[in-house]
């Protein structure tokens, strides 16, 4: 299969970034989902129409973990991946599938917007900011 590459620009994150642990040959591997929503313009002067695309991308490893640290719900991004296939089997049935998976990421909020957003400050991060709700292990109280 021939690799696809997939740029999405000026997206921000439709939700909060789903963190898990998944085992691989090397161990525990952090696994990221967002999805991001970038607006396209098509038509020009009275014609013009906004039209929405949103991607679920994947992110792997330490930039999934990244990712669940600085990013929440309404964060601008600038995303690079590929298309990859996801196909399997379901009942003796091969179900086609395709998946996005993220090979770089910008971050495009400066450091204010990212800690407001991430802080909950409805006042500076606008009305589409909510606390992150990627799961992490519980500290230990000393």
């Not at 396209?40 to 695309?53: F, I, K, L, Y």
């Not at 179900?95 to 400050?121: N, Q």
Request: avoid cysteine; proline fraction near 2%.
């Amino acid at each position: 299969m021939a690799n696809v590459q997939v740029i999405q620009r000026n997206a921000h994150l439709a939700g909060a970034v789903k963190l898990e642990y998944v085992s691989g040959k090397d161990g525990r591997l952090a696994k990221a989902t967002v999805t991001a929503i970038s607006n396209n313009v098509r038509g020009s002067g009275d014609a013009r129409e906004q039209e929405a695309t949103a991607i679920q991308w994947t992110l792997w490893g330490a930039q999934a973990e990244n990712a669940a640290n600085y990013l929440v719900r309404g964060s601008h991004v600038n995303i690079v991946g590929r298309l990859r296939n996801n196909n399997y089997e379901r009942d003796g049935e091969t179900v086609y599938a395709w998946g996005f998976t993220v090979e770089e990421i910008d971050y495009l909020d400066s450091r204010a917007e990212s800690e407001a957003r991430r802080g909950g400050s409805q006042e500076a991060a606008g009305p589409e900011a909510k606390p992150r709700t990627a799961k992490r292990p519980a500290r230990a109280e000393a």
